[in-house]
């Protein structure tokens, strides 16, 4: 069973929206979650985790010792230690992946003005950012880091080919969708999708989603077109 061990200063907030649908569904089959009080490991009667910045500045800084003492007590495993931090590197699809397919992750959601830099070097946690983002804190960041991970988990998505067409897999977005009605307000769905020609929806999606990643997103298709040079992949043109 995949295991994710969170630590938090608000408990409460898990497994939050991680307890519905298809992540709650396979919470206790396919995956575990655990949710630790940093602040059960303060050192007085007042339950402190943080301090005021060396240097001075504004804010708190969680301290060390305190959280160097509930990573201890998480125990000793092969999981990845994760600090979701906006100084961290960007989340993508391939480190979930990588994730997902190992034993599970311990998080550490940063508050305040962050946590003393000594505990994140002395205990190797990987630095993670989900985003150009600032939040209040971590929580957030974990609860999105988990539902990435968890629905490509083996029996957790009911069509394990679901996740290989999205967005970022093979540098691409994804391509747009369409449903019934054919016709919505005088939008009608693009003709390759209901010509009954599966190959021709096929190019169609292909095409589509090159042209998006390419008006979106110029870094991924910067990088899309690396990977084409080397001859993994073909371009297209949209029907």
């Given at each position: 069973m995949w295991r994710a061990s969170v630590l938090t200063l608000y408990p409460a907030m898990f497994p939050g929206p991680l307890g519905h649908a298809l992540s709650g569904r396979a919470l206790g089959q396919a995956w575990s979650l655990e949710a630790r009080d940093i602040r059960d490991h303060a050192h007085d009667r007042h339950r402190s985790v943080d301090d005021t910045p060396a240097g001075g500045g504004p804010g708190m800084v969680l301290r060390a010792d305190v959280v160097a003492e509930a990573l201890a007590?998480?125990?000793?495993?092969?999981?990845?230690?994760?600090?979701?931090?906006?100084?961290?590197?960007?989340?993508?699809?391939?480190r979930v992946r990588a994730?997902?397919?190992?034993?599970?992750?311990v998080l550490l959601c940063g508050r305040f003005e962050g946590v003393d830099q000594r505990v994140i070097e002395r205990r190797g946690l990987e630095e993670i950012a989900v985003g150009d983002v600032v939040l209040s804190g971590g929580e957030p960041a974990a609860l999105l880091l988990l539902d990435a991970c968890v629905r490509l988990l083996p029996?957790?998505?009911?069509?394990?080919?679901?996740g290989d067409e999205e967005s970022?897999?093979?540098?691409?977005?994804?391509?747009?969708?369409?449903?019934?009605?054919?016709?919505?307000?005088?939008?009608?769905?693009p003709e390759a999708l209901?010509?009954?020609d599966h190959a021709r929806a096929a190019r169609w999606r292909r095409a589509r989603a090159m042209a998006d990643t390419r008006a979106r997103r110029p870094d991924l298709w910067a990088k899309y077109v690396a990977r084409a040079t080397r001859g993994v992949d073909k371009a297209g043109e949209v029907e």
């Open positions: 007590a998480v125990g000793k495993d092969a999981r990845p230690r994760v600090l979701l931090t906006p100084r961290g590197r960007p989340l993508t699809q391939k994730l997902a397919a190992g034993p599970g992750v029996g957790v998505m009911g069509d394990a080919a679901s970022f897999e093979g540098d691409l977005l994804e391509h747009p969708h369409y449903t019934r009605p054919r016709d919505f307000e005088g939008a009608g769905v209901v010509s009954g």
